[in-house]
């Protein structure tokens, strides 16, 4: 089940980016700070048209000694009008796979990997600080779909946390340089 869900994450984050990049009006990098992660994900903002995002996410953030974690998915915007100023509302899907790593014993259990899935709805503003510069604040509720976790010693496998929902709001702030298009 685990393989499958990745497997459709990727498929639409894929899809997602080349249609995006067909249509694209604009096109730019950028780095996105999320809650409290330090770690900022690399962003590739897609402008269709003139009030419409589509920004594909890709993250990485690897502590020694305990776990690497990968994050992709992608997020669409509309801004309620087309100056450099301006609200904006939303949708994000992230999926976010964690490999722990190998404990430095064989007397300590081995955790699994596991992928959580996030849904997030948002309201925010964007705001142009340069001629291809500009920052954007997003604020709104989310839903994640959290993968069971398992421990795994001496090739006997235990769940220690089933799956579950878990609902709150987030905060995230974009920094984007538009470095393609008018």
Do not use: C
């Amino acid at each position: 089940m685990k393989k499958l869900g990745l497997i459709v994450a990727v498929a639409a984050f894929a899809a997602m980016t080349l249609t995006g990049l067909a249509s694209a009006q604009n096109i730019g990098v950028g780095l996105l700070w999320e809650g409290s992660g330090i770690t900022p994900d690399m962003v590739l903002p897609i402008k269709l048209g003139e009030d419409m995002v589509i920004q594909p996410v890709v993250g990485f953030d690897a502590v020694k000694d305990v776990k690497t974690e990968f994050r992709f998915g992608a997020s669409f915007e509309k801004h309620l009008n087309t100056d450099p100023t301006t609200g904006l509302f939303g949708a994000k899907i992230y999926a976010d796979f964690t490999s722990p790593s190998k404990p430095s014993s064989s007397a300590i259990p081995e955790d699994k990997s596991y992928l959580d899935l996030t849904f997030t709805v948002f309201l925010g503003a964007t705001a142009k600080l340069a001629d291809n510069v500009s920052l954007v604040g997003q604020w709104g509720p989310y839903l994640t779909a959290v993968g069971e976790r398992k421990e795994s010693l001496h090739g006997v496998e235990t769940v220690t946390a089933k799956s579950t929902t878990l609902i709150g709001s987030a905060a995230s702030l974009t920094l984007r340089w538009w470095i393609f298009g008018k």
